[in-house]
Structures are given as structure tokens and as C-alpha cells.
Antibody, heavy 119, light 107 residues
Framework: EVQLVESGGVVVQPGGSLRLSCAAS????????MHWVRQAPGKGLEWVSF????????YYADSVKGRFTISRDNSKDSLYLQMNSLRTEDSALYYC????????????WGQGTLVTVSS | DIQMTQSPSSLSASVGDRVTITCRAS??????LNWYQQKPGKAPKLLIY???SLQSGVPSRFSGSGSGTDFTLTISNLQPEDFATYYC?????????FGQGTKLEIK
């Protein structure tokens, strides 16, 4: 069974930094592209970033480019999101997501970890 | 960026009804279009990928159609567990944008 378990979400002040982690199990982690998607309270889904299976290719939403860094450690079956220069608008539930298939659909999601940016 | 627009934003229906949700892309996403269901307090769940392919384990009352810029999600014979929020998403090009969501409520 595929499992994605996020951690690291906390309350942080504007301008602060945070590192989210996602522990993957139940599949060959190093075969798959992985994503972070976020959802602000009561709002819709926003794609944040993705990283290729080998970590060579990464992409970011314009809203986080230059502030967030996605990475992975295939030896530990883990995905990360380093978040710097946090803003109040970064407050959201952050989901770790596995990509599948020829059309890059998101077939498995974690339960999310909550980041609150507030003074 | 490809903008995804869903309609309606909310919808009331009864058990047993057939409902259709539409999703329009600001430019062609060919068939790189997925649909997700999200219930309160839960992560989204993949229903339909590649515009019309049913994800494993998803009931056959869910179906998708369309290509290019116009897509639909149809739910036949609505069941109580189908009342949720539905999102479309294009994965043709980054950023992989989502529609704003359609909340399906019980009438």
C-alpha cells in the first residue's frame, strides 16, 4: 500500500524558514516524480513544485520561486520542501503527492502538514 | 500559464440525479486533464485521468470526456458519498494548474 506521510508543519513568523518532509513507502520511490501541492484554509488546490525521479529536474510555481527548494533523498525514500522568506500567504496545508502515468496524474496524496505563517 | 475555469462553482442535487461539471482551459491541454474529488478534512482523490480514463477502484458512475480546451465530469445516479468538492487539473505544462473547484451539495 502506498503511503505518504508529511511532517514539519508548524507556526512560524513572517520571514522565517521551515523544512517539510515526506516519508514514502509501499512503492519504488526512486522511480517516480514527486510534487508538493498546497491548500490554504477554505480555498482551492495550488500546485507548488515538482522534482524528477533522479532529482535532476525541478520546477516551481511563480509564487514560491526563489524562496522554496524541493529536494529528495532516494536512499531514505524521502521528499523535502525547504521554505524560506515565508509570507502570510504561504499559510496552507501542504500535501506530498506521487505522480503516475503518461499524463502525469497525481494518484496518491499524503494527509498534509499544516504551515501557519503568523506574527 | 494555462488557466482552468470550472462551472458551476456550486451545485445542488439529489441522490439518484445525474450531474455534469465542466472545466475549460485557457489554451489547449490536449487530453492532459484530470479530475479529483475532495471531501472535508481529507486529501484529494484521483477519479479520472487523461480526460476520460477511470482510475482503478473508482465507481463506473463517474465518467469524463473532452479534449483540447473543454472537458466534462459526469456523475450518474448520485450516491450520498458523492457529495464533495471536485477539481479539474491540467498536466500538459507546468505550472500544473487546478480549477477553482465545484462544491456538490445535497438538495
Amino acid at each position: 500500500e502506498v503511503q505518504l506521510v508529511e511532517s514539519g508543519g508548524v507556526v512560524v513568523q513572517p520571514g522565517g524558514s521551515l523544512r517539510l518532509s515526506c516519508a514514502a513507502s509501499g512503492f519504488s520511490f526512486d522511480d517516480y516524480t514527486m510534487h508538493w501541492v498546497r491548500q490554504a484554509p477554505g480555498k482551492g488546490l495550488e500546485w507548488v513544485s515538482f522534482i524528477s525521479w533522479d532529482g535532476v529536474s525541478t520546477y516551481y510555481a511563480d509564487s514560491v520561486k526563489g524562496r522554496f527548494t524541493i529536494s529528495r533523498d532516494n536512499s531514505k525514500d524521502s521528499l523535502y520542501l525547504q521554505m524560506n522568506s515565508l509570507r502570510t500567504e504561504d499559510s496552507a496545508l501542504y500535501y506530498c503527492v506521487k505522480e503516475e502515468g503518461m499524463t502525469y496524474e497525481f494518484d496518491h496524496w499524503g494527509q498534509g502538514t499544516l504551515v501557519t505563517v503568523s506574527s | 500559464d494555462i488557466q482552468m475555469t470550472q462551472s458551476p462553482s456550486s451545485l445542488s442535487a439529489s441522490v439518484g440525479d445525474r450531474v455534469t461539471i465542466t472545466c475549460r482551459a485557457s489554451q489547449s491541454s490536449t487530453f492532459y486533464l484530470n479530475w479529483y474529488q475532495q471531501k472535508p478534512g481529507k486529501a484529494p482523490k484521483l477519479l479520472i485521468y487523461a480526460a476520460s480514463s477511470l482510475q482503478s477502484g473508482v465507481p463506473s458512475r463517474f465518467s469524463g470526456s473532452g479534449s483540447g480546451t473543454d472537458f466534462t465530469l459526469t456523475i450518474s445516479n448520485l450516491q450520498p458519498e458523492d457529495f464533495a468538492t471536485y477539481y479539474c487539473q491540467q498536466t500538459y505544462t507546468t505550472p500544473y494548474t487546478f480549477g477553482q473547484g465545484t462544491k456538490l451539495e445535497i438538495k
